[in-house]
């Protein structure tokens, strides 16, 4: 089946530095990707849409300049959460739509300390 | 009126009973839809998807769909320990809403599976 690869799977950081995350599609091509983050106990939240080639589109209240997506080809989106802060901490999952469905990466838990 | 809602946890069965979870969807344009399992720490894995109205089986679940009900479940048939997670209903827009298609989660219900 297909399979989105996500890296890395947990990160530690100091406050006020910044943290990439990258999500590969490996046996398909995703012109859309899908950023989620999810706090415990809680369900998945989306958080922006990247499309190939061109600019994100953000949920609302979620802030463009803090997490800044790039899908600069059908195989690779990545999100930067910068000056992280205690808060940002949680579990970040992307998604992309395949031929079946939609396949989640295996998501990356960030601790900002 | 959230767009996906599931009935609320957690829901707790014995080893061997049938666990049923439910979710209603507010979009009536939506044409597929999903049941994702999500064990604690983990990413979501897709179990079941339907696109028809009747019943979906693959080995100990089946899925329902009725959508002039709007309405979806799924059924684990002899439920087994390992079943315990957190069960995620998603539905993606219709073709017609003009969004992304990006999938739209229930809040999840947490099974629970007693030896």
């Known amino acids: 089946g297909a399979v989105v690869s996500q890296h890395p799977s947990w990160v530690i950081c100091k406050s006020g530095t910044s943290v990439k995350i990258e999500c590969r599609s490996l046996?398909?091509?995703?012109?859309?990707m899908f950023w989620y983050r999810q706090f415990p106990k809680q369900s998945l939240m989306l958080m922006a849409t990247s499309n190939e080639g061109s600019k994100a589109t953000y949920e609302q209240g979620v802030e463009k300049d803090k997490f800044l997506i790039n899908h600069a080809s059908l195989t690779l989106s990545t999100l930067t959460v910068t000056s992280a802060h205690p808060e940002d901490s949680s579990f970040y999952i992307c998604s992309a739509r395949d031929w079946a469905g939609y396949t989640f990466g295996s998501g990356t838990r960030l601790t900002v300390v | 009126q959230k767009e996906v809602e599931q009935n609320s946890g957690p829901l707790s069965v014995p080893e061997g009973a049938i666990a049923s979870l439910n979710c209603t969807y507010s979009?009536?344009?939506?044409?597929?839809f999903f049941w994702y399992r999500q064990y604690s720490g983990k990413s979501p894995e897709l179990i079941m998807s339907?696109?028809?109205?009747g019943d979906k089986e693959d080995g100990r679940f089946t899925a329902q769909l009725n959508k002039a009900s709007q309405y979806v479940s799924l059924l684990i048939r002899d439920s087994q320990p390992s079943d315990s997670a957190t069960y995620l209903c998603?539905?993606?827009?219709?073709?017609?809403?003009?969004?992304?298609?990006?999938?739209?989660f229930g809040s999840g219900t947490q099974l629970t599976v007693l030896p």
């Open positions: 046996d398909f091509q995703a012109t859309t």
């Open positions: 339907i696109y028809s109205n």
């Open positions: 979009d009536r344009g939506s044409q597929s």
């Open positions: 998603a539905v993606p827009p219709g073709p017609f809403s003009g969004s992304a298609r990006q999938l739209t």
